[in-house]
């Protein structure tokens, strides 16, 4: 039984008073700032502007260009890793031995800094003496590409970083989704005489369902919301190719210093995961009434 | 051997092919990291390239270690704002999710809506006013700087943790306690929390790895090498450097990475749970 008492406030008085003055009331702030125009070095105060604010931001090339890399990068990113975190959990619920340790070797990056993951990577493709690039010579004979120098390359090079540091999350709820799969429908599913892709198709993607709008969720989210690799990679070049949205906002107000215009393209990428979200969530059931 | 046994051999051994292959890619920077940690530099930056060093030298270690002190302050950074931040978080979650699991009140959609707000939300938002925030309080580049930000921030899937970890014990065992005359606030801390571990073990392990590889905050907040953390710290030592510097990062990146290993490797039962628990799918 559950009881009512004064006293339970009292036991959570302390989280939300720090969630109130980190989460709640900044989130309030910023959103009265992406309606101003306040240069943090220059300006006293912030000053009203309307939506003048997020008018500049959307006009502004490298905003454009930011906006485009979010979706050269991310339809890829999404692609991959959501099959793949996909594949395997499946192949890890089909053996017997060596789970743990198998299982562990995909989870071990998700507990690596993304900063320093990135340093390690830079090293892998260091021109003269990184391992891909003397293989590449090797193996290849001829001159390896200049990974992060070329813009038509820097943003594509960070989809399989990016994959390996977000696979974890994805593939452990796949996991917990395929274990939950009672066992009495792949019993139906042989009676009916249902062969493996039988099975697969009829028994256990469907049954995923829910699990693939958290993980394509999931997905989404940290695509538009990666920040470090550009940050320690490329600074968003070269040429601006690596520009990402939330790269893009931290620019706006930190290195620039426009606190306004920050919290405006800020807003338009929180606005983006929720649009992103929830259409992803909708096609996704769409799909399971369909094959009801 | 017939040609169906081999057929089912094959369809056996194929799930290992693939899941070696992942997991060898997987693993392989980090041992690529390691290997290169302990080769002296001739062999780092010599043709032709060493796989396996061929003289093992903790000399970069000791470099590392004994000469470069900003190193040393940064690992002593991270390790006072991932200790406090992560002791706070516990007590107040254990506190918390006390009342989110036995009390009736509107909570829960409060609660619900923190978490999305701090998953979904892009953190720059509140990263904005609370630079200008720490600003005038006179907190940027101070510990109490990023420890008070990052409890708020794990706080959410902390209290989600925990408030699961207090819906499993049964009402039956605070009605003992009841009888026996202790009042509520020793009912919760002498019989609830202690059967709350499990779940405390959780939560440590997942803040503990949040906040040692926080990154946008710290860059942030921090601009006075001092008091910089690890993840930050690190790249600050690359940009120093200049390029070709792996020798000396590339140990300093292993001793930041040991104290979360040491973690993981110590809490390995509850890494799946945890996992789980911290995207908002804390069991009922």
């Known amino acids: 039984m ?75 990113f999404f692609t991959i890793a959501f099959a793949l975190s996909l594949l395997v959990a499946f192949t890890l619920t089909r053996i017997s031995r060596a789970r743990t340790p198998l299982q562990l070797a995909v989870i071990l990056p998700m507990i690596i800094p993304p900063s320093l993951g990135a340093i390690v ?22 001159r390896p590409p200049e990974w992060f120098l070329s813009p038509a390359l820097a943003l594509y090079v960070m989809v399989p970083i990016f994959v390996w540091e977000e696979l974890a999350f994805p593939m452990v709820i796949f996991l917990a989704g395929l274990q939950t799969i009672p066992a009495s429908l792949y019993d139906a599913a042989k009676v009916d ?17 829910p699990t693939m709008v958290v993980a394509s969720v999931y997905l989404i989210t940290q695509s538009l919301k990666m920040f470090d690799l550009p940050y320690v990679l490329t600074q968003g070049g070269p040429a601006n190719a690596t520009f990402t949205l939330y790269y893009y906002a931290w620019t706006r107000a930190f290195k620039f210093y426009e606190m306004g215009q920050g919290a405006a393209s800020a807003y338009i990428t929180a606005a983006l995961i929720v649009l992103f979200s929830a259409a992803s969530s909708a096609l996704l059931s769409e799909r399971r009434e369909e094959a009801a | 051997m017939t040609r169906a046994a081999q057929g089912g051999r094959a369809r056996r051994a194929a799930p290992y092919a693939f899941l070696i292959a992942v997991a060898a890619t997987f693993v392989f920077p980090l041992v690529w990291l390691l290997l290169t940690s302990v080769k002296p530099e001739r062999e780092i930056y010599g043709y032709p390239i060493t796989i396996l060093p061929r003289h093992v030298t903790l000399a970069n270690y000791l470099y590392v270690v004994t000469r470069l002190a900003g190193f040393r302050r940064f690992f002593v950074n991270s390790v006072v704002v991932t200790g406090a931040s992560v002791i706070l978080i516990l007590a107040l979650s ?28 892009p953190w720059v938002i509140y ?32 209290l989600l943790i925990m408030r699961a970890a207090f819906i499993a014990i049964p009402q039956e065992i605070v009605d003992a306690a009841r009888v026996d005359g202790a009042g509520e606030f020793q009912t919760w801390l002498r019989v609830l929390v202690p059967l709350t571990i499990p779940g405390l073990a959780t939560t440590f392990l997942i803040v503990f790895v949040f906040i040692w590889k926080e990154f946008l905050y710290a860059v942030t907040l921090m601009t006075e090498s001092q008091w910089q953390t690890l993840p930050v710290g690190i790249i600050q030592i690359r940009a120093e450097l200049q390029s070709l510097a792996f020798n000396i990062l590339s140990p300093t990146i292993i001793v930041a990475l040991l104290p979360i290993f040491i973690v993981f490797l110590l809490l390995r039962n509850f890494v799946m749970g945890g996992i789980l628990g911290a995207g908002g799918f804390g069991k009922e």
Not at chain 1, 193 to 209: I, M, N
């Open chain 2, 94 to 121: 254990a506190l918390g999710g006390y009342p989110l699991a036995r009390k009736s009140f509107p909570g829960k959609t409060v609660l619900f809506g923190f978490i999305a707000l701090v998953i979904a939300v």
């Open chain 1, 2 to 76: 559950r009881e009512r008492s004064w006293t339970a406030l009292l036991y959570l008085a302390p989280a939300v008073a720090f969630m109130g003055v980190f989460i709640a009331y900044p989130m309030l702030w910023s959103f009265y700032l992406s309606f101003t125009r306040y240069n943090y070095v220059y300006d006293p105060r912030p000053a009203w502007a309307g939506l003048q604010t997020y008018r500049d931001v959307l006009q502004d090339p490298v905003f454009q260009t930011a906006l485009q890399n979010q979706f050269k990068f991310g339809i890829p």
């Open chain 2, 127 to 158: 990263l904005i006013p609370t630079f200008v925030m720490e600003d005038a309080l006179g907190l940027r580049n101070s510990w109490l700087g990023l420890i008070l930000p990052y409890v708020a921030l794990n706080l959410p899937w902390a």
């Open chain 1, 121 to 142: 990577f830079l090293w892998l493709l260091e021109p003269g003496f990184g391992l891909v690039n003397i293989a590449w010579r090797t193996l290849l004979h001829t």
């Open chain 1, 193 to 209: 005489g249902a062969s493996f892709w039988g099975e697969l198709r009829y028994v256990t993607l469907p049954s995923l369902k």
